[in-house]
């Protein structure tokens, strides 16, 4: 399953709640959008979860819609 993460709050609350490193561990493929990342502006923010996206369990921007309309689609199956 993919999870697509549209609000940079998502990821603060992750941080801030401590459990970053159990999101990223759950087992399913994650990615956000650009503009998320661009909101983590506090290099704070961003050194929690730079290590992950450079261990390629997520991606920014790593979805267009046409992926998204096709895991819309598998869930109505």
Not at 8 to 30: P, T, Y
Not at 71 to 77: K, P, V
Request: charged content about 20%.
């Amino acid at each position: 399953m993919r999870v697509v993460v549209e609000d940079a709050n998502v990821s603060l609350d992750l941080v801030s709640g401590g459990i970053l490193a159990l999101w990223f561990g759950a087992g399913f493929e994650k990615c956000t959008t650009h503009l998320v990342w661009q909101e983590l502006t506090v290099a704070a923010q961003r050194q929690y979860v730079q290590p992950f996206i450079e261990a390629g369990l997520s991606a920014v921007g790593g979805y267009s819609l046409e992926l998204v309309g096709r895991d819309i689609e598998a869930l109505g199956r």
